[in-house]
């Protein structure tokens, strides 16, 4: 099991920082993203039964927009500060704080797993043993639904919406990233990029969505 590492605590910390803005600022964002709507909207018709896991669930809208679609999901966070948000935001909903790095579900026990700009605070390196993890508890055909940002930079930021923090955000390559999750078991990738919708609405990146599977005994 990996152990805490400096990066994840100062990730952690970064983030209760900022939860109650990240809150504020990013909850209502599906309201204007039609294809991440539409993204999620084929993962609730692709997969009918069985436990969805939202890693890094932040305040838990993209936990909210499944359950609302009949999926069964519960939503993850290293940041208590954004369980807390998520919580407060979603009652009825189950979240908890942990580490998908070291996810407390047994092997081969989840439907799907979505990780919505969730593994973008870990280098590139270190992305197969995150994937690793996630493709250790997807049950056999199981999809990883995954978001990043692309590109080569390592964005370091010391402020969102006012609010003073520290974090590392890594850009990636969508190739790199093929390649950890096909080095991690998984197949049958399927990516899409997208350009950022109006700068009111998101961080004017270049946007990758890709689905991958455990596959089939
Ligand atoms: C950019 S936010 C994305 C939140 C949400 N999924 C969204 O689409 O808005 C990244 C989230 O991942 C969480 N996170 C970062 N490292 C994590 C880890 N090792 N395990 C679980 N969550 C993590 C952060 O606390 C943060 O809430």
Redesign the pocket.
């Given at each position: 099991m990996p152990q805490k590492n400096s990066s994840?605590s100062s990730?952690?910390a970064g983030?209760d920082l900022i939860?109650q803005a990240?809150a504020d600022h990013?909850y209502g964002?599906l309201a204007h993203k039609p294809f991440d709507r539409a993204f999620l909207d084929r993962l609730a018709a692709d997969v009918p039964a069985g436990q969805v896991l939202?890693?890094?669930?932040?305040?838990g809208?993209?936990t909210r927009y499944l359950a609302d679609r009949g999926m069964t999901v519960q939503g993850?966070?290293?940041?208590g500060e954004?369980v807390a948000q998520a919580h407060r935001l979603n009652p009825g909903l189950p979240f908890l704080q942990?580490?998908?790095?070291a996810l407390p579900c047994a092997d081969a026990s989840l439907a799907a797993v979505v990780?919505?700009?969730?593994v973008?605070?870990?280098p590139p390196a270190e992305l197969q043993s995150?994937f690793t993890e996630l493709a250790r508890v997807l049950r056999p055909g199981g999809l990883l639904a995954l978001?990043f940002h692309v590109g080569d930079e390592v964005r370091q930021v010391e402020a969102l919406w006012g609010v003073a923090t520290r974090l590392d955000?890594h850009f990636f390559q969508p190739d790199q990233v093929v390649q950890s999750l096909q080095a991690a078991g998984l197949t049958d990738i399927e990516l899409t990029e997208r350009p950022p919708y109006d700068a009111t609405v998101e961080a004017q990146t270049q946007r990758c969505y890709l689905r991958a599977h455990k596959p089939s005994q």
């Open positions: 994840a990730t952690q983030y939860a990240y990013v964002e939202d890693v890094g669930c932040g305040p809208h993209v993850l966070d290293l940041s954004m942990g580490d998908m790095r990780a919505f700009y969730a973008i605070h870990f995150v978001a955000f």
